[in-house]
């Protein structure tokens, strides 16, 4: 069974960074796209950024371009945001997905529990 667990959440400065991971379990995950959202209270779930796992093909929402860097270490089955710059409202709680088949949302199968990211200005 597939398993997905964030960490690295937090309370950080506006201007300050910080690093979220995804790990992976239970499952080959060579083809599939990871990609991390986030939602904040009131909101809907939105796209952050992604990367397909074999071939490192990524996609950042307009709002982290330049900011935020998708990697990820196939031999750790990890994903890490690292995020830069870091404002208010980036203040959200993230979450981390797998999809087998495409970039968007509706085409997640799987989903982390999510961790919290707080930035104070």
């Known amino acids: 069974q597939v398993q997905l667990v964030e960490s690295g959440g937090g309370l950080v400065q506006a201007g300050g960074s910080l690093r979220l991971s995804c790990q992976a379990s239970?499952?080959?995950?060579?083809?599939?796209?990871m990609g991390w959202f986030r939602q904040a209270p009131g909101k809907d779930r939105a796209f952050v950024a992604a990367?397909?796992?074999?071939?490192?093909?990524?996609n950042y929402a307009d709002t982290v371009k330049g900011r935020f860097t998708i990697s990820r270490d196939s031999a750790k089955n990890t994903v890490y945001p690292q995020m830069t710059s870091l404002k208010p409202e980036d203040a959200a709680v993230y979450y981390c997905?797998?999809?087998?088949?495409?970039w968007g949302i509706g085409e997640y199968d799987y989903w982390g529990q999510g961790t919290q990211v707080t930035v104070s200005s």
């Open positions: 997905g797998a999809a087998k088949t495409g």
């Open positions: 239970g499952g080959t995950f060579g083809t599939y796209i």
């Open positions: 990367i397909t796992w074999n071939g490192g093909t990524t």
